[in-house]
């Protein structure tokens, strides 16, 4: 347990102090993303510039501050709306069963079946490169194992007898979904969120790498770290501070999701 509350409370706070920094971004920010100077390209990191200056003379601190910001509300829009899609789709193949079910998840597998960071590049590289596009070819790739893990444990819940009891006393099938059976099982939602938000990051990342995310404009991590993979022998600090980057925010909610994934199974933490 105490394990449990150490991963929890050190994923928590790195959560946070990523999601506070990309809130406060415009004050936090040592100048603005988009000042170049060229005379000064490649400067390495100084006090006036704790990270350093990019190929524009720009502030790369800047960029990763106004990047997280990007980071973030595509993850949060991404998990909200495929999250939900889950819940829902999940929750009628499960509590229905019968064709509806054979219907729904033969559209889960389906979709599960392609490797989900090509299908987004797909779906990007088809649609054009701008936020919406980004978010809902994510959405599409990313409701699949929401829908998986509701389905299951609906399956496992449905026929439990305070469910058979809610039934028996008129409850409606709505009332039974919402009021006995989706509470029992928030918390794992919550965990795979969690997770999903670390997978989420890694692909808009990926995306915005290969220049099919949000516009070139718009400073992201994946197009910083792309910048700097060119001049990595002259300038190394450019991606190192993208990465860097990524690799806190996605371990934050990893130990985010390991530690409450531990302390709502008790088994595992009595185990660890």
Same mark, same amino acid.
Request: charged residues 10%; proline residues 5%; positive net charge.
């Given at each position: 347990?105490?394990?449990?509350?150490?991963?929890?409370?050190?994923?928590?706070?790195?959560?946070?102090?990523?999601?506070?920094?990309?809130?406060?971004?415009?004050?936090?920010?040592?100048?603005?993303?988009?000042?170049?100077?060229?005379?000064?390209?490649?400067?390495?990191?100084?006090?006036?510039?704790?990270?350093?200056?990019?190929?524009?003379?720009?502030?790369?601190?800047?960029?990763? *501050?106004?990047?997280?910001?990007?980071?973030? $509300?595509? =993850?949060?829009?991404?998990?909200?709306? @495929? /999250? !939900?899609?889950? #819940?829902?789709?999940?929750?009628?193949?499960?509590?229905?069963?019968?064709?509806?079910?054979?219907?729904?998840?033969?559209?889960?597998?389906?979709?599960?079946?392609?490797?989900?960071?090509?299908?987004?590049?797909?779906?990007?590289?088809?649609?054009?490169?701008?936020?919406?596009?980004?978010?809902?070819?994510?959405?599409?790739?990313?409701?699949?194992?929401?829908?998986?893990?509701?389905?299951?444990?609906?399956?496992?819940?449905?026929?439990?007898?305070?469910?058979?009891?809610?039934?028996?006393?008129?409850?409606?099938?709505?009332?039974?979904?919402?009021?006995?059976?989706?509470?029992?099982?928030?918390? *794992?939602?919550?965990?795979?969120?969690?997770? $999903?938000? =670390?997978?989420?990051?890694?692909?808009? @990342? /990926? !995306?915005?790498? #290969?220049?099919?995310?949000?516009?070139?404009?718009?400073?992201?991590?994946?197009?910083?770290?792309?910048?700097?993979?060119?001049?990595?022998?002259?300038?190394?600090?450019?991606?190192?501070?993208?990465?860097?980057?990524?690799?806190?925010?996605?371990?934050?909610?990893?130990?985010?999701?390991?530690?409450?994934?531990?302390?709502?199974?008790?088994?595992?933490?009595?185990?660890?």
């Amino acid at each position: 347990m105490k394990r449990a509350q150490a991963l929890l409370a050190c994923g928590f706070s790195i959560v946070l102090l990523m999601s506070t920094c990309a809130l406060f971004a415009p004050w936090l920010s040592p100048q603005d993303p988009e000042l170049m100077s060229l005379p000064q390209q490649f400067e390495r990191p100084s006090w006036q510039h704790p990270l350093g200056l990019d190929e524009n003379g720009s502030d790369i601190l800047a960029k990763v *501050l106004y990047g997280a910001r990007v980071s973030l $509300a595509v =993850a949060w829009s991404v998990i909200a709306i @495929s /999250g !939900l899609i889950g #819940l829902v789709v999940g929750s009628l193949a499960g509590y229905c069963g019968g064709g509806i079910e054979t219907a729904l998840m033969g559209a889960v597998d389906m979709v599960y079946a392609f490797p989900s960071f090509l299908l987004a590049l797909a779906l990007v590289a088809t649609l054009g490169p701008s936020l919406k596009n980004l978010i809902l070819a994510l959405c599409l790739t990313s409701w699949t194992s929401f829908a998986r893990l509701v389905r299951g444990e609906i399956l496992h819940l449905k026929n439990r007898e305070y469910v058979l009891a809610a039934r028996a006393l008129g409850a409606t099938h709505a009332r039974v979904l919402v009021r006995h059976l989706w509470p029992n099982f928030f918390g *794992l939602l919550i965990v795979q969120a969690n997770f $999903a938000m =670390a997978g989420t990051i890694v692909s808009e @990342s /990926g !995306l915005s790498f #290969l220049g099919l995310g949000v516009p070139p404009a718009t400073p992201t991590w994946g197009s910083l770290l792309n910048s700097g993979r060119r001049v990595m022998s002259e300038a190394p600090h450019i991606s190192f501070a993208a990465g860097l980057a990524i690799l806190t925010i996605v371990l934050g909610f990893n130990l985010v999701g390991d530690g409450l994934r531990d302390l709502l199974d008790p088994r595992r933490a009595g185990r660890t």
